[in-house]
């Protein structure tokens, strides 16, 4: 018990993007910008959604329930390395490790499964639409957004136990800027093969099953639209699902990647640029991609501007 209790105290070293101290600057200014932009952005969308009482539908729903998740998520990786950046110091304690490992998955099931449940909610729209307010019931909106949080807490907390169970007898420094999982296993001196597949069987359950229901309800879609007569109706048809597929292929392009790809073909830089994609540029760019594309999101972030600089005036 000795060697447990002596490696659960020794702090892990992140080692960072780079380790190149000219670098730093650089980085700490660009992934500042990032992180404020992602804030700024995915706040002003559930604010939006909350004042504006046209938007109170379940499609804006999911979106406000997105961008609180993304906001969530950017905000339990990123400050701290902006501050490692900042100080120089680049220890985590081994609670603080497990801690940011447990939020970082539970934040990021959530996020998986939200985003196949606004799938769900374009294909109940384009394929049911006559029936589409009676489906899409307040009481299911909010079984499908509750759901994923309470099953990503038991899912979180289940790999936190698994990893406490280990034993770091050796190097502490993890290549990476964030503690997750697989980086954090390679550097056990213990077992770690419960560990591996229950990873691989939970990536199955929020990344592999959310993505092919998402291909299977837009193969229905895409059916659904190619029925319809006029260019004008495929085309306004298809505009509502575009910036939700662009949130798909940024989101599970990463995420694929990460855990679902063979351990061969991972590389410890692969893995944080698909970490940046995933914790950083997805969260900021998600605003964008809804706001750009919606007109009637834009007309509600025009009003609480608006209306910000009026009060304020």
Same mark, same amino acid.
């Given at each position: 018990?000795?060697?447990?209790?002596?490696?659960?105290?020794?702090?892990?070293?992140?080692?960072?993007?780079?380790? +190149?101290?000219?670098?730093?600057?650089?980085?700490?200014?660009?992934? !500042?910008?990032?992180?404020? &932009? &992602?804030?700024?952005?995915?706040?002003?969308?559930?604010?939006?959604?909350?004042?504006?009482?046209?938007?109170?539908?379940?499609? $804006?729903?999911?979106?406000?329930?997105?961008?609180? %998740?993304?906001?969530?998520?950017?905000?339990?990786?990123?400050?701290?390395?902006?501050?490692?950046?900042?100080?120089?110091?680049?220890?985590?304690?081994?609670?603080?490790?497990? &801690?940011?490992?447990?939020?970082?998955?539970?934040?990021?099931?959530?996020?998986?499964?939200?985003?196949?449940?606004?799938? $769900?909610?374009?294909? %109940? #729209?384009?394929?049911?639409? !006559?029936?589409? #307010?009676?489906?899409?019931?307040?009481?299911?909106?909010?079984?499908?957004?509750?759901?994923?949080?309470?099953?990503?807490?038991?899912?979180?907390?289940?790999?936190?136990?698994?990893?406490?169970?280990?034993?770091?007898?050796?190097?502490?420094?993890?290549?990476?800027?964030?503690?997750?999982?697989?980086?954090?296993? =390679?550097?056990?001196? &213990?077992?770690?093969?419960?560990?591996?597949?229950?990873?691989?069987?939970?990536?199955?359950?929020?990344?592999?099953?959310?993505?092919?229901?998402? !291909?299977?309800?837009?193969? =229905?879609?895409?059916?659904?639209?190619?029925? %319809?007569?006029?260019?004008?109706?495929?085309?306004?048809?298809?505009?509502?699902?575009?910036?939700?597929?662009? %949130?798909?292929?940024?989101?599970?392009?990463?995420?694929?990647?990460?855990?679902?790809?063979?351990?061969?073909? =991972?590389?410890?830089?692969?893995?944080?640029?698909?970490?940046?994609? $995933?914790?950083?540029?997805?969260?900021?760019?998600?605003?964008?991609?809804?706001?750009?594309? +919606?007109?009637?999101?834009?007309?509600?972030?025009?009003?609480?501007?608006?209306?910000?600089?009026?009060?304020?005036?």
């Amino acid at each position: 018990m000795e060697p447990r209790n002596q490696t659960s105290a020794s702090p892990f070293i992140l080692l960072g993007l780079s380790e +190149n101290p000219e670098q730093e600057t650089l980085l700490f200014s660009l992934f !500042l910008c990032m992180y404020l &932009t &992602t804030v700024v952005g995915n706040l002003l969308i559930i604010l939006a959604i909350s004042v504006d009482s046209h938007l109170h539908t379940p499609m $804006y729903f999911f979106l406000a329930n997105l961008s609180l %998740v993304d906001f969530c998520l950017a905000t339990n990786t990123i400050p701290k390395m902006l501050v490692s950046l900042q100080t120089g110091s680049k220890a985590i304690s081994y609670p603080c490790c497990l &801690t940011q490992m447990y939020f970082f998955h539970f934040f990021g099931i959530v996020d998986s499964v939200i985003i196949a449940m606004m799938a $769900y909610d374009r294909f %109940v #729209a384009i394929c049911h639409p !006559l029936h589409y #307010a009676t489906i899409m019931s307040p009481r299911l909106c909010g079984l499908l957004v509750g759901a994923p949080w309470a099953f990503s807490c038991f899912i979180s907390l289940t790999h936190i136990l698994l990893m406490a169970r280990l034993v770091f007898c050796g190097s502490h420094e993890v290549p990476h800027y964030f503690c997750d999982l697989t980086p954090i296993l =390679r550097l056990s001196c &213990t077992d770690t093969s419960v560990n591996r597949i229950f990873i691989l069987i939970v990536a199955g359950m929020v990344i592999a099953t959310p993505f092919v229901c998402i !291909l299977a309800s837009y193969a =229905r879609i895409l059916a659904a639209i190619m029925k %319809v007569p006029s260019a004008g109706g495929r085309k306004k048809a298809f505009s509502t699902c575009s910036s939700h597929l662009s %949130v798909v292929a940024l989101f599970y392009g990463t995420t694929i990647g990460i855990y679902l790809c063979p351990s061969s073909v =991972r590389t410890a830089v692969k893995e944080k640029a698909s970490a940046v994609m $995933y914790t950083a540029v997805t969260p900021m760019l998600n605003p964008f991609i809804y706001s750009l594309r +919606n007109r009637d999101l834009k007309g509600a972030l025009r009003k609480l501007v608006n209306r910000k600089i009026t009060s304020s005036s």
